[in-house]
């Protein structure tokens, strides 16, 4: 059922403090992630081979992790190196190892077969400490399978109606302005122009209507970057339903990573933020807010969505021209399981 | 497992307010109720044909209902006439819509074939504004199936040990005079004579003691109209078992309904009250207060004997005389199941 | 799955108060425990024969209990006595009634064939009121399975790290001073020293090190006996490995009982003290806390190792050189299933 190999995204690098050791679940797989003295990020499977009780609730000594049930002591490259009371360690004593990265600011796991890791092939992310932009960032816990949360986010027609008492976005656009959508390595890219968008809040110093190109790529398991650039009326028609050219006066950015636990849980990390000159601390504040309070929105809509087709699992769904996003990943994400 | 052609109470009409959406579930299939504004009541599957969320976290507009994940909009008859960004709607896009008719006080659903609805077939029950009576209302959740409910109500010796605390009803009068049982269609007429039975609280100003006249119906799936008429003693002999004439000193009146939601879920709909000369608004609320501590009474038995049963599910239950009601009824929702 | 034939602890005996009736739940079996007016203590199924509500929801009437839903009564040997409303009293009409022995501070029930009831084949286990000791006793509620508990007391090398921050105990001594185990009926018997271990807290008077001699028994279901006595360093040495003669400056003992509820939950009974003269009331609540915060550690690792093996239940565990005791009576157990 779970595509193994994928680079996973297990926590924001700031979630790993040195000293903890954490357990996280992906793909049903329970995990037990702690810093070495150097800083780097070790993920054991959080089961002791020897009883498994959970090595999350064992003990850091050094770079080692002791069980704290019988005392088992494992290196950072998953071998026994003590059992208390016997002298001989048997080869066959150590705990899986899984490789890790840390990339932007995400702690990535491959779950997959140990030889196929391979760190080039991680998605593109955004640094929350990147100098050019100032940018929040959160996670959410969904009580629903991972591909419902990633439909979601590769048909953002939902945005106008969904999120009408967060967002306000003008009802139809969302629909209306159908994305070019071009294959990725393993993910879809999504591009278009929203012409005469309204604004609110503080972009309203834009103008009342504004072009909006908006353009994210969207790759297996559930990585989302995308970015919104905000422009005079005007700007989409010439630029002829390509990117714009030259400095938009508002330039957003969104980074999101859906991390399958089980088959009716996901983790949803996300942050959002502009370019660092185009928001001040406050603005960013208000930004994420409402960002938060539509993504919770999302979670609601998810989650009772997840209920309803578990009442009836192999009811057939109506197929729109909606879903043209949702179906093409969907495929791909069935090739990937095979 | 389940009946489907049948009329189910899904609410009291005073619960189905204008310009909501209520969820409710019958018989395992999530609905959508809501009002149009001439105030008729539609009933509709709760689940959007496009994408499964569920239509009760929609949104009204005018007498239509726009499902607020994708905005698919749909008209009371079930028909989609949006869909946002598509300018084609598909003869298959529609949700299910189920016949409603509200009569006496409830909203009845019929589960079926709808071809086979037929309102002239639903049960007899009071409404609440009955100028005749005085009534309060209420409702009750079990986590029981709801025969488990119906059997209670179908063998009323039960009074005298459930309620003992509450009633304080004369021990052995409800188990040993028999009631006398004819059948009706789709359910059954109970009828008996209590005599020289004890009164308390504000009964107690029609004597110590009384003769007692009770009658009730009782419907599938679970719809019972009960009415309980006080008479002086000697009344039940001169009446020679049958129904008294005359008018009685005090008339209680009692209507009730099971819903079964899913297997082990079920809603109890109760009403109590007297006839309107009998009672003041300040004893209706004693009566009705008693009454409620009783059903609760019931409540604690009933989902205690359901996980007792859950534990060994086809264990043989002991057959006695008492369970002639139940045993009856039992066989006729055997026979509507067919 | 479950061994039938055994005797378990359904409660302490103070626990059994006159004039209730307790439901338990022994081996996936609900009953329902009463005292009779002499004090006796039955056990009964917890379950009436007619329509399978609790009897534990029942009424005492003198030595019988009556179910409080549809007023069937029943003598303490299990047959009903009474059906309201009905004369005849089928021979089928009675609940089952499990064997009960008072031994000890414990109420043990026999789960199996009343006819293989033996009393005399209890294990031993001491009085609280046991002049000679200072006791204290409690029980604690486990969702896992008793084997898993059992593991436990069969393996104390863990006290050296489940514990470590409340016994402090010397780390490697558990681990490397194995027992010596010999065979009992039912059961296992641990014996061993520990030289020169160091004291804490109110034990320090007796010098920075002593010599530990801890022997315990334990016996299916999960009945462990343990005393262990501190004496002067160099008697371990003296001894030469077997039990030491002559009376110890301290000598404490623990009882406990685990009994299996269901597959995932399972009840531990525990009682901590010490020879009567070594020990005062203030002390004893001392010790008897640290055990409890040291019984709740237990319970955190042992629930957390029931998750982790329910995530893949048939991978195999890293045999060591630890796991003589449990691998034992796991052996035990499994010939009792036969």
């Known amino acids: 059922m779970w595509v193994q190999d994928a680079w996973y995204v297990a926590a924001w690098t700031h979630e790993i403090e040195p000293g903890r050791i954490h357990a996280r679940t992906i793909i049903d797989q329970p995990l037990a992630l702690y810093r070495t003295t150097d800083g780097a990020v070790v993920a054991f499977e959080d089961r002791c081979c020897h009883r498994f009780a959970p090595l999350s609730l064992g003990r850091l000594e050094g770079d080692d992790l002791r069980c704290m049930y019988h005392g088992l002591k494992f290196a950072p490259d998953g071998r026994c190196i003590e059992i208390p009371g016997q002298k001989l ?77 967060t967002l306000g976005l003008d009802m139809p656009q969302w629909a209306d302005q159908r994305p070019h959508v071009v294959p990725l390595e393993r993910g879809l890219r999504f591009q278009r122009w929203l012409a005469n968008h309204p604004t609110r809040g503080f972009m309203r110093k834009l103008g009342e209507r504004v072009d909006v190109w908006n353009s994210y790529d969207f790759v297996f398991p559930g990585i989302f970057l995308q970015r919104t650039t905000f422009h005079p009326q005007g700007t989409a028609e010439r630029s002829g339903g390509r990117e714009p050219e030259g400095e938009p006066p508002f330039y957003r950015v969104d980074e999101q990573a859906v991390t399958p636990i089980s088959a009716r849980a996901s983790r949803y990390f996300y942050a959002a933020g502009a370019r660092r000159d185009d928001i001040d601390p406050g603005k960013l504040e208000r930004l994420f807010g409402v960002t938060q309070l539509a993504f919770n929105e999302d979670k609601t809509l998810i989650e009772a969505q997840q209920k309803t087709i578990d009442l009836d699992p192999t009811r057939p769904m109506l197929g729109t021209s909606l879903d043209a996003g949702p179906t093409r990943f969907r495929k791909l994400v069935e090739s990937l399981q095979r």
């Open 89 to 165: 360690i048997p080869q066959s004593a150590c705990v899986r190892r899984y490789p890790v990265a840390v990339v932007g600011s995400w702690v990535w796991i491959w779950m997959g077969d140990t030889a196929a890791a391979d760190a080039t092939s991680i998605p593109s992310s955004l640094a929350l400490d990147d100098p050019a932009y100032r940018l929040m960032a959160s996670h959410l816990d969904y009580a629903a399978h991972y591909l419902l949360i990633d439909d979601n986010l590769l048909d953002l027609s939902h945005l106008s109606f969904a999120h009408e008492k």
